[in-house]
């Protein structure tokens, strides 16, 4: 399995779910992914696919190797640049400020894909000329007074300054993902099909966990902030398989209704800010106390530990600030990865998480909790060594496409990379009412 591309990967990450020793012939592949990089994306891609499949033979009883179909997985790792509505592209793609910005010692990423966002850039830059703004600061200090104004911006730091800063340095003291038992429970039994989980999540990591969930039929519950809406062409992406519905967890019919969800709900994934939903009772402590029979999933950008610990994230942040960006650079500018992989392939370890915890649960009982990171696969993506650029042939996305009910007409998807099909289409913000599904 180890010569198997993303048997590497697959032994790391079962390893650090708790997983029993792996057979050699767990996981057989076909084909290229697509994902052409110097760096191990195809590894990381194929092997976090590979370990939310593993997940649910497991909890289903299934038998025999994972197989997987490596195109499918690359067109799924960049699935939002081919969801089509009426030959629409409608997958989240990025703001004009959303870019690498030359700076007076270097290069900046700023992330303005939200209003708040692009409102707290403005702040610092202004709105006249962006660019020339930014190339009179120093990339540190704009990454800071951009943070501090509540954006999100990283500096373009190399793999060796990211090693020796204090977040990096956290980072490096981290395994890939972390799957830990918190508290005594006893053994809990329940189905993959029907699994009830609540959603809790924004962007692309949370959102592809969970829509992974919804492919292998469970009950996935997303919950949005009226205040706060996604954008509703990203949630066509990322919502197929799901519910969806507005509580306003500020008020205190919105918090009865969460409390109600909670008692119901099998596992809770969340992909807030870091301690952005805290306030509501949301934290994993408070939640293994009041709720223990609940698995619980959060991802951050930045790692568990750490002075950047707290601060809000995206993939090509953490891609500058971690050296891949100046790792891919080509004639002095940034470059990226051939796909938001970090996003995708955190997201299919924390799907992974909460079939491992479940199943564990199973056998052992307790309560469980888990913590990932896009940092933490960073770190795994550069310690894994930068190679020849790989050969990747062209595929054709057309076999790997599905077509499903949606508002506003049929959108085309790529479908879910060896798990089934969605049974339902992505559904909007308001689409129903809070309450889980009756168990089959």
């Not at 092997?47 to 909890?59: H, P």
């Amino acid at each position: 399995m180890i010569g198997e591309p993303g048997g590497t990967f697959l032994q790391t990450a079962w390893t650090a779910l708790g997983g029993a020793p792996l057979r050699p012939d767990a996981l057989r592949v076909s084909g290229r992914p697509g994902l052409a990089c110097p760096l191990a994306v195809a590894e990381l891609a194929v092997g976090s696919v590979a370990a939310q499949l593993l997940a649910a033979r497991e909890l289903t009883g299934r038998s025999g190797p994972v197989e997987l179909d490596a195109a499918g997985v690359g067109f799924a790792f960049r699935s939002e640049r081919h969801a089509r509505q009426g030959g629409r592209p409608v997958g989240s793609g990025f703001a004009a400020l959303s870019r690498f910005w030359p700076t007076e010692d270097g290069w900046v990423r700023l992330h303005a894909n939200y209003p708040h966002h692009r409102a707290a850039i403005e702040r610092v830059l202004g709105t006249a000329d962006p660019g020339a703004a930014a190339a009179g600061w120093r990339s540190e200090e704009l990454e800071t007074a951009v943070v501090e104004a509540g954006g999100a911006a990283a500096a373009v730091r190399s793999a060796a300054d990211w090693v020796t800063h204090p977040q990096g340095r956290a980072v490096a003291g981290l395994s890939l993902l972390r799957l830990t038992r918190v508290a005594d429970g006893p053994a809990r039994a329940v189905r993959l099909d029907g699994l009830r989980v609540l959603d809790l999540t924004r962007v692309i990591a949370g959102p592809v966990a969970t829509r992974t969930l919804a492919s292998h039929g469970a009950d996935v519950l997303r919950i949005d902030n009226p205040r706060l809406p996604d954008d509703p062409d990203a949630l066509l992406d990322t919502g197929p398989g799901k519910r969806s519905a507005r509580v306003d967890l500020a008020s205190r019919s919105g918090r009865d209704t969460l409390e109600e969800l909670l008692r119901g709900a099998d596992a809770v994934v969340q992909g807030y800010r870091p301690g952005a939903l805290d306030a509501f009772g949301l934290e994993p402590a408070d939640l293994a106390e009041r709720h223990p029979h609940l698995a619980v999933v959060r991802l951050r950008a930045w790692g568990e530990a750490g002075p950047w610990r707290q601060r809000r994230g995206f993939d090509s942040l953490v891609q500058a600030a971690t050296g891949i960006a100046d790792t891919l650079a080509t004639d002095g500018v940034p470059g990226v990865l051939p796909a938001q992989a970090l996003d995708h392939g955190t997201g299919h370890l924390a799907a992974a998480a909460v079939l491992r915890a479940v199943a564990r649960r199973r056998t052992e009982g307790g309560v469980w909790q888990a913590e990932l990171s896009l940092a933490q696969a960073a770190h795994w993506l550069l310690a894994a060594g930068r190679g020849p650029m790989p050969e990747e042939p062209e595929t054709d996305v057309a076999p790997h496409l599905v077509e499903l009910p949606a508002p506003g007409g049929p959108v085309t998807l790529v479908r879910p990379p060896g798990s089934p099909v969605w049974r339902t289409g992505p559904a909007p913000a308001d689409a129903g009412p809070p309450k889980w599904l009756p168990r089959g």
